[in-house]
């Protein structure tokens, strides 16, 4: 069965003549997250095109497989056992187009890149978002943001597929029900193909300036040094997670392979062969403490994959 998926995708692969539809089996997840963790997917698979990401969507349909879709793989953890299935990657569907003030990014592209090119054509709105390591899909998915922006605030349209049904949907601006963290995406299960980003002409020494200062402050807290996910909890009850972390006495704590980050508490980094296990340990050890000393109930914002 792997083998005959295998050819069929690959047959199309010469026939439609995209040589970026790239099909691997029992590939390490741990190659494909930031996280730097994780067994082996039956597939991974990376569509070119939009074409592709319905050929492939088709095809896996019709083997029965279970598909997970990711951009760059910076807001999950996979199990250690891997992913029984077929997980689809976006980076290669990364076109940017700036039109006015509109930016249409395909669900791949990088929000850093993004950013970057909003800058260069003068537009504010994306500084945020420079120096967050996910993709544009990713980011509208769960509502990404930082330093007070988030891209709920400059998001106007979203296209999608079904990947049931393979309908192709146009959510308008209301309908992406945005909230902390949130967005109807993760309710409905359609995968982003590309989204239309609404900004505001600036002063682009001002949008660099905004965005230089982002990225140093994320170099001087983050332990970027280290592989991770960002930051594993979301707020609880308006207060910073690290902090609570932090006052805990939870710095520096380790299991296996895996370590509440000293320089930013709310951070958990891999600091060698870390495993899906001992994060998960982790995370249970920080949850429980907390809890205990400030009465929150913290909730991942890292999502595990199994
Ligand atoms: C060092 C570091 C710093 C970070 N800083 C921040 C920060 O400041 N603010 C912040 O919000 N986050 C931050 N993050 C987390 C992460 O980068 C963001 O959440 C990012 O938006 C995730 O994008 P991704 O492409 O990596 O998503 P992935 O991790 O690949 O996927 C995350 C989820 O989105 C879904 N998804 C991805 N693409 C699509 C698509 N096209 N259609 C439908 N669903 C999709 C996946 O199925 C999965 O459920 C940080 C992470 C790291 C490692």
Do not use: W
Not at 63 to 86: M, P
Not at 96 to 107: D, F, H, M, W, Y
């Amino acid at each position: 069965m792997k083998n005959r998926l295998t050819e069929e995708l690959l047959s199309y692969k010469v026939l439609s003549g995209t040589p970026g539809l790239s099909v691997l089996t029992d590939e390490p997840m741990s190659n494909h997250s930031t996280f730097r963790i994780g067994g082996p997917a039956d597939y991974f698979i990376t569509p070119r095109s939009e074409e592709d990401l319905l050929f492939v969507l088709s095809k896996l349909k019709e083997f029965g497989e279970r598909t997970l879709i990711i951009g760059k793989g910076s807001n999950v953890l996979f199990a250690d056992e891997g992913y029984r299935g077929a997980v689809v990657c976006t980076s290669s569907l990364d076109r940017v187009i700036v039109n006015g003030s509109v930016i249409t990014a395909e669900c791949g592209a990088s929000l850093t890149s993004v950013a970057r090119q909003a800058a260069r054509h003068s537009l504010s709105g994306l500084e945020f978002a420079f120096g967050i390591p996910g993709s544009v899909g990713g980011a509208v998915f769960m509502n990404a943001g930082a330093y007070g922006g988030e891209i709920s605030s400059v998001t106007v349209k979203t296209k999608t597929i079904d990947p049931e049904t393979f309908e192709i949907r146009i959510y308008e601006r209301e309908e992406h029900e945005f909230g902390y963290r949130e967005s109807v995406f993760r309710r409905t299960g359609d995968i982003i193909l590309s989204t239309e980003l609404c900004l505001t002409p600036g002063d682009a020494g001002e949008i660099n300036g905004k965005m230089t200062d982002f990225l140093e402050r994320r170099q001087q807290k983050q332990p970027l040094e280290f592989p991770s996910a960002g930051s594993v909890f979301k707020r609880c009850a308006g207060r910073f997670t690290g902090q609570m972390i932090e006052e805990s006495g939870l710095k520096g704590l380790t299991v296996g392979g895996a370590q509440v980050s000293e320089k930013h508490a709310g951070f958990i980094i891999n600091v060698g062969d870390a495993t899906a296990r001992d994060v998960l340990e982790l995370i249970d050890i920080i949850k429980e403490t907390v809890k205990t000393r400030f009465g929150c109930s913290l909730e991942c914002e890292l999502i595990y994959v199994s």
